[in-house]
């Protein structure tokens, strides 16, 4: 069914990840490629200056660790992975255009009240995205 597929990836929420990825596998079209895509908030430099130095390579280490463990190499599929840093929403779309995706995919959850004012990230990749959106709840 899709080519490319981009899994948007918050690894708060691993269950949620990890479904959207056995969804991303059913969806693939054989030789297709899933992109496992997390992002990296920048941290305001008044808090970055407090804050260990190399702290940001050791989260984005981290995360590569932690995308690269929901790999499953016998699963016969071609999965790759990768660590952005900037605003979520902005980055996954970024992903998409950059690998030619046909399909992104993110999880969503219910809106807080600063959702109302500020709209969530799957709202803005839903809003903007030049490919289909699939938001799973």
């Not at 990836?9 to 990825?21: F, M, R, S, Y």
């Not at 995919?105 to 799957?122: N, R, V």
């Amino acid at each position: 069914m899709y080519a490319r597929i981009i899994v948007a990836v918050d690894l708060e929420h691993l269950a949620q990840a990890k479904a959207l990825l056995q969804r991303a596998a059913a969806l693939i079209d054989a030789g297709g490629e899933i992109r496992l895509v997390h992002v990296l908030e920048e941290v305001p430099g008044y808090i970055a200056a407090e804050l260990p130095s190399g702290i940001a390579e050791r989260r984005r280490a981290e995360a590569a660790v932690e995308l690269r463990s929901m790999i499953d190499p016998a699963a016969g599929l071609r999965m790759v992975h990768e660590v952005r840093h900037g605003a979520a929403s902005g980055q996954i779309l970024q992903a998409a255009e950059d690998s030619g995706a046909d399909l992104i995919m993110i999880a969503s959850h219910k809106p807080g009240l600063s959702d109302y004012f500020i709209g969530s990230t799957a709202a803005r990749v839903i809003r903007h995205a030049q490919c289909s959106v699939l938001v799973e709840r």
